[in-house]
């Protein structure tokens, strides 16, 4: 799908045509199809990169830049509100004061910004100010994940160390846990993954902003500098996650290595206190024909008595241990 924002007396005007691709500030290519590639390619002059090409991790192939055209391609995540974020390439190419933006999946500050195009063109006055508006609308997107996975963090230590009456979760209660604790740091490490490629990103573009001189210095738009700061805060924060997330596991591996430890210590007292009363059921349990307690009418209440005290006898002596 081909989305194109164009300036007019009256606004934005946008169109899901390629026919005026040669006169658009920003060009939204979603899940685009060859046709709508070459559109583009025709219009502008560029080669649009490949889903192939943008997966591609090394630097020189996601930064780069070929005759008047500017190649920046980012890491971003998508679906963060649900069970199944991914993190997706999204390429902006910058060409003569043009923006094109190639994804292949939707996330939310694409939308967010298309809205605001529209209440205020001039966020969309040039291809430049489109594309720092897009990319500061994701560092504010990846800011609130942070602060979720932040909040779910918080909970889940709670869960684990709460010493208010209440009985600490056992057995699927810690499962529950640990899937938790795998979703958010999944989330997290996608949010560190997104800052570290838009950070080289706007390294990148940095001597080419000529643009940004204005707002750099106080003028109107997002600053380049205020937005490699947010960056760098938020990588603290993420690495800051990320740490509290690996103590979580480790203490909950731990809970539930005590668990299984006071398990088994159960286990093992039931065998030792009926070791006892077996071993005395046993002896008299033989059919020698030489056994005086057999004779006695006593014979059934002693051996009763006799097995009761050899069970209670380890309790007591396990209790007095404090073992119990």
């Known amino acids: 799908m081909i989305t194109t924002y164009r300036l007019s007396v009256g606004g934005i005007l946008k169109d899901d045509t390629a026919k005026y691709a040669g006169n658009a500030v920003w060009i939204d290519l979603l899940n685009p199809t060859r046709d709508e590639e070459h559109a583009v390619e025709a219009a502008l002059k560029v080669d649009v990169p ?3 090409e943008m ?3 090394e630097i020189s192939s996601r930064l780069y830049q070929e005759a008047d055209a500017t190649f920046m391609t980012a890491t971003v995540i998508a679906g963060a509100e649900t069970d199944t974020p991914q993190a997706t390439a999204i390429t902006f190419v910058l060409v003569r004061g043009t923006l094109v933006t190639v994804r292949h999946a939707n996330p939310q500050p694409f939308r967010m910004f298309a809205q605001v195009c529209e209440r205020r063109p001039n966020a969309c006055a040039s291809g430049d100010a489109a594309f720092l508006g897009i990319l500061e609308a994701i560092i504010d997107r990846l800011a609130d994940i942070l602060e979720r996975a932040g909040a779910g963090v918080d909970a889940i230590s709670h869960d684990v160390f ?12 810690y ?4 899937a938790k604790v795998g979703r958010i740091a999944d989330l997290t490490s996608m949010g560190r993954e997104s800052l570290v490629t838009i950070g080289r990103l706007l390294t990148f573009y940095g001597p080419t902003a000529k643009a940004m001189a204005k707002a750099d210095s106080g003028g109107p738009g997002p600053s380049l500098k205020t ?3 947010d960056i760098q805060s938020l990588s603290d924060h993420a690495s800051f996650l990320s740490n509290k997330l690996t103590f979580l596991l480790e203490a909950i591996l ?5 668990e299984q430890n006071e398990v088994m210590k159960i286990f093992s007292v039931v065998a030792v206190v009926f070791m006892p009363p077996t071993l005395v059921a046993s002896i008299w349990g033989m059919n020698f024909e030489f056994m005086p307690e057999l004779s006695s009418p006593l014979g059934y209440p002693v051996a ?3 097995i009761a005290l050899a069970a209670a006898l380890p309790i007591l002596y396990f209790h007095k241990r404090g073992w119990l």
């Open 175 to 178: 499962q529950t846990l640990l």
């Open 304 to 306: 009763l008595l006799t």
């Open 50 to 52: 490949s889903r192939e």
């Open 55 to 57: 997966a591609e991790i």
């Open 254 to 258: 731990g809970m539930i290595s005590i």
């Open 162 to 173: 709460k010493d208010n009456g209440t009985r600490r979760p056992r057995g699927r209660g």
């Open 227 to 229: 937005m490699t700061a």
